[in-house]
């Protein structure tokens, strides 16, 4: 090291080389899609439930034909999109905190606190599951009035999203205790 305070110049125009966008594989792209399925879903669920009420407004008003089914697709989406919303935030660590007793604690009590409150968090996510899934068992034979598939379909959201946001949650308390 020198002790002058000279600017480096920049390389020579012939040394530098062009930039080639960087190819990736189909790997790439599956591993991709499977690390962002939640939001990949529900995307599609927006988009579904968005031209349901579309179409259900058009043939409705426009064509004075209003289509019995539009509303449960809607209601079904609209679940679906809830609760994979909450996982999403989950995953992200979005979830709205009150964080000013947190900040204001030592550095290794409030690492103490994160561990007690994901340790709570993820209590009530096994709860949320385990009733998610007797609610499941409960509404396997009931049918809904227009589209007469099976209310179960609409009621699985409660135990995978809770399922996926203790995959979140459990992957968070494991990163918090590596980064010690």
Known sequence: MTDSKEPIPPPAPETIQASTPVRRGAFHGFVWAVGHLEEIVTAILLGIMTGSVGLSVFCRY???MPLSWTEEVVLLCMVWVCFLGASIATKHKEHIIIDIVVSLAPRRLAKGMEVVSLSVVSAVLALLVWQGIRLV???QDVETTALGIPTMYIY???PVSGLLMSVHNSRHLISLFRHR
């Open 156 to 158: 699985a959201a409660v």
């Open 62 to 64: 426009a064509l004075k």
């Open 137 to 139: 068992e409960v509404t």
